[in-house]
């Protein structure tokens, strides 16, 4: 192995990009951060853009389809999706129209190992800026109008759990006390 500050230069000739993978921690439920709204992004910058490379770094070795910053403790309103051929990076998202219903089983990478049925708008209307601070305006539908709808709650504090049914809640509860302990020290309330 080469010397660390020679670590970029080798990864470049050995990998052919110089770019080096950055896996961040992502943040499990009982964490502050994933209750607290995220603060807006001011300006797209080169240095939010390469933060976003980091995020998806991140999405691939989780095997998941979307990534909000906060996941990963970072305060800003910013996401990630990458679903089948779509890939997006989102800042300062925000769901503009909502239409039609969904039911299907969610889970979230920051709360691993619980799933539960989770309803939402079948097509949602996004706007958002993109990587080159330009504001746009979409439509999704389906799967990634779930995907969509699951990374905005994420930045707004609110997490699977509470679109589940009591019933469903009462079933992980175990699950959700041994995460929150994990991840605050020991305080256990759901």
């Known amino acids: 192995m080469p010397p660390r500050d020679s670590f970029d230069g080798w990864f470049s000739d050995r990998f052919g990009r110089s770019d080096v993978m950055a896996v961040l921690e992502i943040v499990k439920y009982g964490n502050p951060i994933l209750r607290k709204v995220a603060k807006p992004v001011d300006k797209v910058t080169p240095e939010l853009v390469q933060r976003t490379e980091d995020l998806f770094d991140t999405l691939r070795h989780a095997q998941g389809v979307g990534l909000a910053a906060n996941q990963v403790n970072i305060d800003l309103s910013m996401a990630v999706i990458s679903y089948k051929e779509t890939t997006l990076r989102l800042f300062n998202p925000r769901i503009v129209e909502k239409k039609g219903d969904q039911h299907l089983i969610e889970a979230c990478l920051s709360v691993p190992g619980v799933e539960g049925d989770v309803h939402r708008a079948e097509e949602v209307t ?49 699950a959700l006390e041994r995460l929150k302990a994990e991840s605050c020290g020991g305080r256990k309330s759901v």
């Open 126 to 174: 996004l706007a958002y800026l993109d990587e080159h601070g330009v504001t746009v305006e979409r439509m999704f539908h389906g799967h990634l109008a779930r995907i969509v709808q699951h990374e905005v709650d994420h930045l707004n504090g609110i997490l699977i759990v509470a679109h589940f049914s009591t019933a469903t809640r009462t079933l992980h509860r175990k």
